[in-house]
């Protein structure tokens, strides 16, 4: 089992800045993908970010050049650094974490999310 804790949430002033972090433990064998998604009052879970284990990302139309996805491989943590923040990020945010947890087995794991909220 992997268990995934978020960490980095809270209020920030419109053009401001957070950083997330979301760190992965238990049974992990190898990870091939790592992301972020976030979910609106009302609205569908939306993938904002994701990287690969070889480093490729992907970003929402929405947030690029404003968010950067990055992780530390060594502590099985992924990041995701959001400036220039915008009433319309304000979301529940969760980290996903896939990969195997031992060489016949795969896991997709996803974190309890943390609160983003943009509000002057």
Sequence with gaps: ????????????QPGGSLRLSCSASGSIFSINDMGWHRQAPGKQRDLVAAITSGGSTNYADSVKGRFTISTDNAKNTVYLQMNSLQPEDTAVYYCNVVGRSSKW??????????QVTVSS
């Design 1 to 12: 089992q992997v268990q995934l804790v978020e960490s980095g949430g809270g209020l920030v």
């Design 105 to 114: 087995r795969m896991f997709n794991s996803w974190g309890q999310g943390t």
